[in-house]
T-cell receptor, first 117, second 114 residues
Framework: KAGVTQTPRYLIKTRGQQVTLSCSPI?????VSWYQQTPGQGLQFLFE???????NKGNFPGRFSGRQFSNSRSEMNVSTLELGDSALYLC????????????????FGAGSRLTVL | GNSVTQMEGPVTLSEEAFLTINCTYT??????LFWYVQYPGEGLQLLLK?????DKGSNKGFEATYRKETTSFHLEKGSVQVSDSAVYFC?????????????FGTGTRLQVTL
């Protein structure tokens, strides 16, 4: 079955612009989460959605936002882009949003690489 | 809070050499532990996991054992191949609450040469 699909794979923006990234989870997966990966900070949790509701949020400014649609697809938006927002943004999906004692694992997409000039 | 510490890379090995990548963690309670691998230009792939103490995760010749007494989850492979060249991430997650909030180590780059 198809994996987690992220679009676009690459994009270049300039400071002050905004960007929207899209994520289609594995069919049947209802939880979607987002991570930012940078050389300096590594992998950091952004937020998680389940049933169109944000369940958890990492320590990022309000410029970072997301949403989930009724078909479980998710988008994240970054407004007023800064140079430091250049990163690989990874989306992951899982069946449910609860850890279920380790049984519920995340499957990641290939990522969207954002470059801010 | 939770944290994961991995050995610094890069690790350079010849093909068929033995691999160990060290991972230790700090966490409240008894988390689940994971190894993810990232090939160039790709996202993260789950390599193996262990959900409780003394569990051994294994996949594709890689193994790691959940050691509660030493709070470690070291990754090992008996004979590496050039195709194993990638970045390896150790991660932990609480066994209750959200499934999605993983705490990752900084990653260890492995380069295997002929």
């Amino acid at each position: 079955k198809a994996g987690v699909t992220q679009t676009p794979r690459y994009l270049i923006k300039t400071r002050g612009q905004q960007v929207t990234l899209s994520c289609s989870p594995i069919s049947g997966h209802r939880s979607v989460s987002w991570y930012q990966q940078t050389p300096g900070q590594g992998l950091q949790f952004l937020f998680e959605y389940f049933s169109e509701t944000q369940r958890n949020k990492g320590n990022f400014p309000g410029r970072f936002s997301g949403r989930q649609f009724s078909n479980s697809r998710s988008e994240m938006n970054v407004s007023t882009l800064e140079l430091g927002d250049s990163a690989l943004y990874l989306c992951a999906s899982s069946l449910m949003w609860t850890a279920s004692s380790g049984a519920n694992v995340l499957t990641f997409g290939a990522g969207s690489r954002l470059t801010v000039l | 809070g939770n944290s994961v510490t991995q050995m610094e890379g890069p690790v350079t090995l010849s093909e068929e050499a033995f691999l160990t990548i060290n991972c230790t963690y700090t966490a409240t309670g008894y988390p689940s532990l994971f190894w993810y691998v990232q090939y160039p230009g790709e996202g993260l792939q789950l390599l193996l996991k262990a959900t409780k103490a003394d569990d051994k995760g294994s996949n594709k010749g890689f193994e790691a054992t959940y050691r509660k007494e030493t709070t470690s989850f070291h990754l090992e492979k008996g004979s590496v191949q050039v195709s194993d060249s990638a970045v390896y991430f150790c991660a932990l997650r609480a066994n209750t609450g959200t499934a999605s909030k993983l705490t990752f180590g900084t990653g260890t780059r492995l380069q295997v040469t002929l």
